[in-house]
Nanobody, 121 residues
Framework: QVQLVESGGGLVQPGGSLRLSCAASGSIFSINAMGWYRQAPGKQRELVATITSRNSTNYAISVKGRFTISRDNAKNTVYLQMNSLKPEDTAVYYC???????????????WGQGTLVTVSS
């Protein structure tokens, strides 16, 4: 069974930093795009950042210049380095991956379980 497992959320003061990780595990043939989304209380889930298999990145305007997405293909892991955090960054952050599994060979789009990031003094 292929799954995404996130880690790294927590409580941080405004201006602080956090690094989120998301590892894909299971029988994986290849991973295409990976990304991070977030959902604040009472709001819809929104895109934060994405990265393709060729390391082409895309960011939401609200996080550009503060957040950096990266990936380690050898570890099937995507990271989100978050700097200069603001209270409005408070949300549950979800990892997303588009991948092809082995046995059976199948296209999958998966979501992680979510990790809470709270920015507060």
């Amino acid at each position: 069974q292929v799954q995404l497992v996130e880690s790294g959320g927590g409580l941080v003061q405004p201006g602080g930093s956090l690094r989120l990780s998301c590892a894909a595990s299971g029988s994986i043939f290849s991973i295409n795009a990976m990304g991070w989304y977030r959902q604040a209380p009472g709001k819809q889930r929104e895109l934060v950042a994405t990265i393709t298999s060729r390391n082409s990145t895309n960011y939401a305007i609200s996080v550009k210049g503060r957040f950096t997405i990266s990936r380690d293909n050898a570890k099937n892991t995507v990271y989100l380095q978050m700097n200069s955090l603001k209270p409005e960054d408070t949300a549950v952050y979800y990892c997303n991956a588009a991948l092809i599994s082995r046995a059976p060979i199948k296209y999958l789009e998966l979501w992680g379980q979510g990790t809470l990031v709270t920015v507060s003094s």
